[in-house]
């Protein structure tokens, strides 16, 4: 039976202690265990080496971001380069086969120089003139970062250049000679959530303790930080609380140090370009007698609105089957992506005298997902367009609002979907909702192996994707592969998030039920053979669906999983969630945590299919004691786990490709050898039948 553990009797709290010389040990005999199991033969290697070639290829899309001076830039990861290299060329360049490209920072070389273990974060380059930026840098992948100042045309880190020690760090340029700053200033500079309350405005050649505090949020917001918009003629610097998740309080700050409340209801999505305000509705809001639906988009003149004017255009009024997704502009334009039934579609909105203009986004086929890649939001209507399937790989194409489109990209193909077909079905949940789900696979197959991933939180949508790694390890082998799409996400907007949240989480799991028992009611698996994968949120979906619906399954695999809702707000990021999930320390809330934290409801008498639980010691994001204390908890009650950590990756517990390499396939070898019936491998662990399997083989003898 279960007994529910209260966090002062937790007999594998010292598992929290990230480097303890206990929990240490401990990952080391776990990980031993686990790569004695599935990764001694020569299969596990064929894959490892698959999944690699992958990740390295040299043919794959190298996606550009653009910065303003009409250069592509690029982060490149390969064979030679593991860690990656920063670097530019031009369109003509970018056109070409194989373009020539202007290394910018080589973060091999300097990971190597300076004894680190640099893994890329990201960058932010001063505009106008594009000579300096500030580059992002984690040690091991975690989400604390390093920032120092570099020169753009010297090649080199600025000597006594804007610098910042490791931290959740939030910079921003103002101009060459200040930039906005929020980061651990010391004891009471941070939220409860480990993020920055505190915003400073520093000037170059002076010590960041002499710098001048802007504003401050609460303690118990998540954050707080400022922006600043340099475009000509509308230059203006925004500060923002954000005070959990989903809220915000903003304000514009003037040149005579006035701050100006924006107006927008708290949990509104906002964004100011040029003289328009845009405006994305979570919940209802009504204006001047008018009452505009969650998941619609206004739009206003800024300076009129901020004046107390309410004249708000309505660019998207969502339905039942569709939602916003999201919005891009460019310099005169604005482009809208939506979903209908989770099938993206595209649209350019024009302002003139008379409204807003609307005609379709061009070079967007009629088959597949696209997305916007990049805009230029600051000189011209340029857009870069990607298109895939979950068995097509994605053509980039550089478009023009009113002008022309090329294909500039083509990826390339990692295996055969010639043979394979993408079906979308509904399944019915508890409650009668319609939920959709993909099934990539061989049409004719029946009863065979199955992935089945999921999501289902944070208003974060699955759309369809091209995978070479679910390909070549999943798909070429005969499986089937499953994506549902759960409520709690954001496929069909707002209320879709809404009906997962907090108290209604459940809804959540009762949905990823369903999509498993509609594959099987259609034939297209069997318990036994359907394994579920997911990560970070998706971790703590499949952790539930491994403690409250074992039966539906045959293997179960978790990814940085959040696991222990008793204390998750406790461990690093984890009060920033609050919003999603309750407080555990409010009676009402546990009192429905409780039901379904993963940690708190494995019992003994319960069979449960084999389960992997992957994380990484150098996640500051998702603790690492989530997966350490359920995997310790299982083996104590005598069910079948295998646990690996990785020494760093942060939350992506992987961080290169050889890492992610490996973590694929050892996941991938994990599934495929408790849903396909091939078990046997050096050293492999006993294996308990969990209620699928041995109800399948019954049925068999």
């Known amino acids: 039976m279960a007994r529910l553990i209260d966090e002062h009797d937790d007999p594998y709290l010292w598992l929290e202690d990230l480097d303890g010389p206990d929990a240490a040990g401990w990952v080391r005999d776990r990980n031993a265990e686990t790569l004695a199991a599935l990764t001694g033969d020569e299969r596990f290697a064929a894959l490892r080496a698959e999944i690699r070639q992958v990740l390295d290829s040299d043919n794959r899309i190298p996606y550009p971001g653009w910065r303003g001076d009409r250069l592509y830039y690029d982060f490149w990861t390969d064979a030679t380069h593991p860690r990656g290299m920063w670097r530019r060329t031009t369109l003509d360049q970018y056109r070409r086969p194989e373009p020539e490209w202007d290394v910018l920072l080589d973060l091999d070389a300097l990971a190597a120089e300076e004894g680190e273990n640099w893994v890329w974060d990201g960058v932010t380059v001063l505009r106008p003139g594009y000579e300096r930026?500030?580059?992002?840098?984690?040690?091991?992948?975690?989400?604390?970062?390093?920032?120092?100042?570099?020169?753009?045309?010297?090649?080199?880190?600025?000597?006594?250049?804007?610098?910042?020690?490791?931290?959740?760090?939030?910079?921003?340029?103002?101009?060459?000679?200040?930039?906005?700053?929020?980061?651990?200033?010391?004891?009471?500079?941070?939220?409860?959530?480990?993020?920055?309350?505190?915003?400073?405005?520093?000037?170059?050649?002076?010590?960041?303790?002499?710098?001048?505090?802007?504003?401050?949020?609460?303690?118990?917001?998540?954050?707080?930080?400022?922006?600043?918009?340099?475009?000509?003629?509308?230059?203006?610097?925004?500060l923002v609380r954000e005070l959990d998740f989903y809220r915000r309080e903003s304000h514009l700050l003037t040149r005579e140090g006035e701050r100006l409340r924006i107006d927008v209801p708290d949990d509104a999505r906002w964004d100011v370009h040029r003289e328009w305000l845009l405006i994305g509705l979570r919940s209802p809001w009504t204006v001047e007698g008018v009452t505009h639906p969650a998941g619609a988009l206004l739009a206003a003149r800024f300076d009129e609105f901020l004046a107390g004017g309410r004249d708000l255009a309505v660019l998207f009024r969502p339905d039942d089957r569709t939602a916003l997704g999201y919005h891009a502009w460019t310099r005169n334009h604005l482009i809208l992506a939506t979903l209908a039934d989770v099938r993206s579609r595209l649209e350019v909105l024009t302002p003139d005298a008379t409204g807003w203009r609307r005609e379709p986004l061009p070079g967007v086929p009629e088959s597949g997902h696209s997305r916007v890649v990049e805009t230029d939001r600051d000189t011209g209507d340029d857009f870069l367009l990607a298109s895939e399937g979950f068995r097509e790989p994605a053509t980039l194409r550089l478009g023009q609002v009113g002008g022309t489109v090329e294909t500039l990209k083509r990826a390339p193909t990692f295996f055969d979907g010639e043979t394979l077909a993408e079906r979308q079905f509904f399944a019915t949940s508890a409650d009668g909702t319609r939920v959709p789900y993909f099934v990539v696979g061989d049409p004719d197959a029946t009863g065979g192996p199955t992935l089945l991933t999921g999501y289902g939180g944070f208003e974060i949508s699955l759309t369809p994707h091209y995978s070479g790694i679910i390909g070549r390890g999943w798909l070429a082998r005969g499986g089937t592969y499953v994506v549902a799409n759960i409520r709690g996400g954001g496929e069909y907007g707002p209320a879709w998030h809404r009906a997962a949240l907090r108290e209604d989480r459940p809804r959540a799991y009762e949905d990823f039920a369903a999509v498993a028992a509609d594959l099987v009611a259609r034939g297209i698996t069997t318990p036994a053979r359907l394994g579920i994968e997911g990560g970070s949120n998706g971790g703590l979906l499949t952790g539930v669906m491994l403690t409250r619906y074992p039966e539906l399954f045959g293997a179960v695999v978790a990814h940085v999983p959040l696991l222990d809702m008793r204390r998750y707000h406790r461990l690093l990021a984890g009060a920033s969630w609050m919003a999603e999930y309750g407080d555990p320390d409010e009676p009402a809330d546990w009192a429905y945590l409780s039901r379904y934290s993963p940690y708190h409801t494995i019992r003994s008498d319960q069979p449960y299919p084999p389960a992997l639980f992957v994380t990484s010691t150098r996640d500051d994001r998702v603790h690492p004691g989530h997966a350490r204390k359920m995997a310790a908890r299982l083996r104590e009650h005598g069910h079948e786990v295998a646990y690996y950590e990785n020494v760093e990756g942060g939350h992506g517990a992987a961080a290169n490709s050889a890492q992610r390499a490996f973590v694929w396939a050892l996941t991938l070898e994990f599934l495929w050898r408790n849903l396909s019936g091939e078990l046997a491998g050096p050293a492999a662990p006993p294996h308990q039948r969990s209620v699928a399997v041995a109800a399948e083989q019954g049925l068999r003898e």
């Not at 910042?164 to 959530?193: N, Q, R």
């Open 133 to 238: 930026c500030l580059v992002s840098l984690s040690r091991g992948g975690s989400d604390a970062v390093v920032v120092r100042e570099f020169d753009l045309v010297g090649r080199t880190f600025v000597e006594d250049g804007f610098t910042l020690a490791e931290a959740k760090s939030t910079v921003c340029w103002i101009d060459a000679d200040h930039i906005y700053v929020a980061t651990d200033f010391g004891p009471g500079s941070l939220t409860t959530s480990g993020y920055p309350r505190v915003v400073k405005r520093w000037r170059r050649g002076t010590p960041l303790s002499a710098a001048e505090i802007v504003f401050e949020g609460q303690v118990d917001d998540m954050d707080a930080y400022a922006s600043y918009d340099c475009t000509p003629g509308f230059e203006r610097t925004f």
